[in-house]
């Protein structure tokens, strides 16, 4: 009995200490799992945080962390229901406390348990148990079974608590945590204010989709989508906005937005089957004025046409359509036509570069997959393109005020009109040139423009150009246009400055050569003394002559082309200006003379010493020497000629401009106290003062260039030069300039009375000095006459010496051993000589000059006579070439005779008479024809007389002024000589009647036919005067020549002489001017007579 009490007691203190490990492993088990389920959420919120765990990673970990907590549980529930094991926990108290070792296990063993007792007895084992409760009565719970706080040790603690930290940095972080983890596919974070679209979405299948995120709070972000196909894409952030497309739909899907750690709800896009067209057609209509045809395109959209052009399109949808349209991306959008559903047609005109597409959408709100986009390429009618070809650059405009425009115009699609634009007085004007019916595509221009019509003076200047209008219908005609050019009226200066730079480059040329041509003919000299004293020609002079050839070719190439350019400027200025008769004749002479320089002869000369060159013939290359040399001297001494009467036409010109700027300023001083005499108000007196002023500048421009000719006529024309600086010291000594400005000064206080007495005392100086003037120009034009003869007598004295060389050269061929190559040569040189003094006669000749037609007959003679001479010499015939030398010696002395017979005419006066009377002739016959252009006058408004022909009748009062004061000149200086003119006292009368005509501005047919009878007076005094030229008293005869040649005349002794001229006693007996009758005794002396 006691043993089962005790077994009871043993047992229910065992039962105690279970219950009481249970319950402290129960809490050990509560604090471990507390420890491992803080740190796994730490854990799993810091790495969501850092790596931002995939929903798919956060759903399970949220699965694995809900299954832990009923494991638990279930775990601890089965532990509560357990039935104890008094042996195990023998055990256990054993292991916790190892003094009672084998004490509670066996008191356990053999109390409690089951095994055989029979080696114990039963005090044994009642010992044991009772031993055994006494130990368990003594055990404490908290020592025995203790709760552990730090399963895991500090550590752990520390590791918790800096893990706790971390995330409590961010708290709010916490809570988008739990719920990414709660619910990992749900909306996470907070949405309010972000806009996501398209949000729920369809769309055709395979096409693309735009998703965007506005106010998205970040600058990155990602799209998710679900489907079929799972993905992802990140999100760029453009204009404020996140966005990303989801290519290639070929299936419904979800996708969500997510931002950071927060997530999107998802949106659904349903897929459907496309909407599509096919049989796309398209009509472009060009505008009709283009011409262009009618084009048509099938299944392509791209259009390229000219603005304006219409296009039809037309399409086919694979849907019935509910609506339809055009998209422009710059002009908007334009409705569609939908027929039968399907069938879409528009049109619309072509104005810009743009795309443009075609939308539609169906009843379900279907529209086209990915519609094209196509491109309109807008063709510009371009401007058309003009030019003008002629005139270039500044044109200075001739008497006819006209102006003679050329151009090219062109338009790619065709050209409608042509018209002149131009600013004359600060007012732009157009005017048409050309219209067409017909559009062109090119078109050349011309045009005679009459400048003079734009009521311009001398020195206004019109800024003119050339428009092209094209034939655009659509935007209205476009302009093209040329370049700018300037049309000035000249001043007197202008055109006479023009005049002089048409020969200032032959001047520089000639005077830069003068230099290479005496180097040259020293070389010729140089080379033809070498080859005289060389057996043979060497390579050394061979090439010598290669060299002169060389430089003789440059030289001639150089000049001739200087002269070409010279004479085609005088051409042009002859053409377009008029001058006095005198001047008129200059040109053209120094015309002919840019003609003649670098002569073909010279050339042929050079070609012959090439050839004997290429022979190494000495005797050949000698001679082609001598006739380059002779050549070489031709050409220097036109050349010279030509200088010399460049010079020459420089001061007459600059003699006649200043001539002219003083009429011009006289009457403009005339005009100028004529309307100081109306007394106008006072602002017409301030325009007459600084026209006053401007005045007075000129004329002291004018004195300052008289002075400057005076200087340069001091050593070519003493007499002239000494009339010009009297006329200039005159305006000092008067102090012309003076009273000008004073008359200006007293207009500008309104003293017209005082400024009228000046002008008058102006115009009476201004008279005097252009008598002056005109008694300069007749100094000059008398040494020119002197000039002329005396040209005259040295080409005498040019013919008797060649006639020494003739005469020289006969008697050689007397001698039969003479080489009669060499002769023929020597007689080729001397007839080349006579054609060239033959040459220079016939310039003067051309010139007016008083020569007798005999000395040209024989010229003509001596040069034939000489070529016969020279081929009987190279054919041997010695007799035949004595003939010819023989016959071409009488015939030089003849025209020496004949020479000296017309110089002597020229120094009897009549020259003199003749060239003034000529120079006022031409003066009045181009005054003659300006009067009679203004017959019918110009009006304006229907009565008033326009201001172009008002100047042009005051320029021609000045000019007939001008010529009245010439002839009463005349009449003073020739006044003894009537029988040679008879009386022209009437005709000054005759001009003044003129002149009141053009000052009033009253020209009529009465006044034509008075200038038509001053020169018909003038030209008949002229022709009295070479008759009177060409008496019975100096008559010079075409020589009649007997069929076997020419024969002198006889002597009174009834011998011919050898020489052709009359015997020493008959000569003397006959009239000749005292220099040629030195000229003749020195010629007869050294013949022997």
Same mark, same amino acid.
Request: proline share 3%; net charge neutral; hydrophobic share 35%.
């Given at each position: ?23 402290? *492993? ?39 962390? %809900? ?85 895991? $040790? ?52 395979? *096409? ?39 290519? &290639? ?10 931002? $950071? ?45 000219? =603005? ?211 180097? %040259? ?94 022979? %190494? ?26 200088? #010399? ?69 001091? #050593? ?26 004073? &008359? ?58 060649? *006639? ?47 020569? @007798? ?10 040069? =034939? ?55 006022? @002739?031409?003066?009045?016959? *181009? ?113 009649? %020549? ?27 007996? #006959? ?14 002396? @050294?013949?022997?007579?």
């Amino acid at each position: 009995m006691d043993q089962k009490r005790d077994n009871i007691t043993l047992k229910t203190a065992l039962q105690g200490i279970h219950r009481r490990q249970r319950f402290v *492993s129960t809490i050990n088990i509560l604090i471990v799992s507390l420890y491992i389920g803080l740190g796994w959420l730490l854990l799993l919120h810091l790495a969501d945080g850092i790596f931002m765990l995939p929903s798919y990673i956060r759903q399970a970990s949220s699965y694995v962390t %809900l299954a832990a907590l009923p494991g638990l549980a279930i775990y601890l529930l089965i532990t509560s229901l357990r039935q104890p094991d008094h042996r195990k926990t023998a055990a256990n108290i054993e292991n916790v406390l190892p003094e009672l070792k084998q004490e509670i296990s066996t008191a356990v063993q053999f109390g409690l348990g089951e095994e055989s007792r029979e080696n114990y007895s039963r005090q044994l084992i009642a010992d044991l148990i009772q031993r055994a409760e006494e130990k368990l009565k003594v055990i404490r719970g908290g020592s025995f079974l203790p709760v552990r706080a730090l399963p895991f $040790g500090k550590l752990a603690v520390y590791i918790l608590i800096s893990l706790t930290l971390i995330s409590l940095i961010k708290p709010a972080e916490l809570g988008i945590s739990l719920e990414r983890f709660i619910h990992p596919d749900g909306v996470i974070g907070n949405w309010e204010g972000i806009e996501i679209n398209p949000g729920d979405a369809r769309v055709a299948r395979g *096409s693309e989709i735009r998703v965007d995120v506005a106010n998205p709070g970040r600058t990155s972000g990602r799209i998710e989508w679900r489907g079929a196909a799972n993905g992802s894409a990140p999100m760029t952030i453009t204009n404020g906005k996140l966005e990303a497309g989801i290519k &290639a739909i070929d299936s419904s899907l979800a996708y969500r937005i997510v931002l $950071g750690r927060r997530q999107s709800r998802f949106y659904r896009i349903d897929c459907y089957t496309p909407l599509l067209l096919s049989d796309i057609r398209i009509k472009i209509t060009p505008p009709r004025y283009t011409g262009f045809q009618i084009r048509q395109t099938e299944n392509q959209g791209d259009i390229t046409a000219i =603005r304006g052009s219409r296009v039809y399109i037309s399409a086919v949808s694979t849907l019935p359509l509910e609506e339809a349209g055009l998209t422009f991306d710059r002009s908007g959008q334009k409705d569609v036509a939908i027929t039968e559903g399907r069938q879409l047609s528009a049109s619309f005109y072509v104005g810009k570069d743009e795309n443009y597409r075609l939308w539609g959408r169906t009843t379900q709100g279907d529209t086209f997959v990915n519609p094209a986009e196509y491109r309109i390429t807008c063709l510009e009618d371009e401007p058309p393109v003009i030019e003008i070809t002629s005139p270039e650059g500044e044109v200075l405009l001739g008497e006819d005020m006209k102006v003679s425009l050329t151009g090219l115009a062109s338009d790619d699609l065709g050209l409608s009109a042509v018209r002149l634009g131009y600013i004359s007085r600060d007012r732009e004007q157009r005017q048409d040139i050309n219209r067409w019916q017909k559009c062109l595509a090119a078109a050349a221009v011309e045009y005679v423009w009459e400048v003079g019509r734009l009521d311009v003076l001398p020195g206004d200047s019109v800024a003119y150009w050339l428009e092209a209008l094209d034939n655009d219908a659509v935007s209205g005609p476009k302009t093209g246009r040329s370049r700018v050019q300037m049309i000035r009226v000249p001043t007197i200066e202008d055109i006479y400055r023009s005049l002089a730079t048409a020969d200032s480059a032959a001047i520089e040329e000639i005077g830069r050569a003068e230099q290479a041509r005496s180097q %040259l003919n020293q070389e010729i000299d140089k080379l033809a003394q070498s080859l005289k004293e060389s057996r043979k020609i060497d390579w050394q002079q061979q090439a010598a002559a290669e060299q002169v050839l060389k430089k003789q070719q440059e030289l001639a190439d150089r000049l001739e082309k200087a002269m070409e350019q010279a004479s085609e400027d005088l051409a042009q200025r002859e053409n377009k200006w008029s001058f006095d008769q005198e001047t008129m004749e200059k040109l053209a002479q120094l015309r002919e003379l840019f003609d003649q320089v670098a002569t073909d002869k010279m050339r042929q000369d050079m070609e012959r010493l090439r050839q004997a060159l290429d022979k %190494l013939d000495k005797q050949e290359v000698s001679r082609a020497l001598d006739n380059l040399k002779l050549s070489q001297e031709d050409f220097n001494r036109q050349l010279d000629q030509t200088m #010399e009467l460049l010079k020459e036409l420089q001061r007459e010109r600059q003699m006649e401009k200043l001539d002219r700027q003083l009429q011009d300023l006289t009457q403009r001083q005339k005009d100028l106290k004529d309307r100081t005499e109306e007394r106008p108000d006072h602002d017409q007196n301030q325009r007459l003062s600084a026209q006053q002023k401007g005045l007075a500048e000129d004329l002291k421009k004018i004195s300052g260039e008289m002075q400057e000719l005076a200087r340069e006529l001091k #050593e070519p024309n003493r007499e002239a030069s000494q009339k010009l600086s009297e006329s200039a010291d005159r305006l000092q000594q008067k102090q012309t300039g003076r009273k000008m400005e004073k &008359a200006s000064q007293s207009l500008s206080q309104n003293e017209n009375s005082q400024a009228a007495d000046l002008q008058k005392q102006v115009l009476s100086e201004l008279s005097m000095v252009s008598s002056g003037m005109q008694s300069a120009r007749s100094s000059m034009r008398q040494a020119k006459n002197k000039a002329a003869a005396k040209a005259v007598r040295q080409r005498a004295r040019d013919l008797l010496d060649l *006639s020494r060389q003739q005469e020289s050269l006969n008697q050689i061929g007397t001698d039969a051993a003479a080489d009669r190559n060499d002769l023929a040569n020597q007689q080729q040189i001397i007839r080349r000589q006579a054609e060239r003094i033959r040459q220079e006669l016939d310039n003067m000749a051309r010139n007016n000059m008083l020569l @007798s037609p005999r000395s040209q007959q024989m010229m003509q003679e001596a040069s =034939r006579q000489m070529d016969q001479a020279a081929q009987a010499h190279s054919e041997g015939r010695g007799d035949q070439a004595q003939k010819g030398g023989q016959k071409a010696l009488a015939a030089l002395n003849g025209a020496a005779i004949s020479l000296m017979e017309s110089s002597s005419g020229q120094g009897g006066g009549s020259g003199d008479m003749m060239q003034d009377l000529a120079g006022l @002739s031409g003066q009045q016959q *181009s005054i003659n024809e300006g009067t009679s252009s203004t017959l019918p006058l110009p009006q304006e408004g229907g009565g008033q007389m326009s201001q172009q022909a008002r100047s042009q009748m005051s320029r021609l009062a000045a000019r007939q002024e001008a010529v009245r004061q010439g002839m009463e000149e005349f009449n003073q200086k020739y006044g003894g000589r009537r029988d040679k003119t008879g009386r022209m006292d009437d005709l000054v009368e005759e001009m003044k009647q003129v002149i009141e005509d053009l000052k009033k501005q009253q020209v009529s047919r009465q006044t034509i036919e008075r200038q038509e009878k001053i020169l018909t007076r003038m030209l008949d005094a002229q022709q009295s005067l070479k008759e009177r030229d060409f008496s019975k008293q100096r008559q010079a005869e075409s020589g009649r %020549l007997p069929e076997n040649g020419y024969l002198p005349p006889r002597t009174d002794k009834g011998k011919w002489t050898p020489q052709g001229l009359p015997a020493w006693k008959n000569w003397r007996q #006959e009239y000749y001017p005292l220099e040629y009758k030195e000229i003749l005794e020195e010629y007869f002396r @050294s013949l022997g007579q």
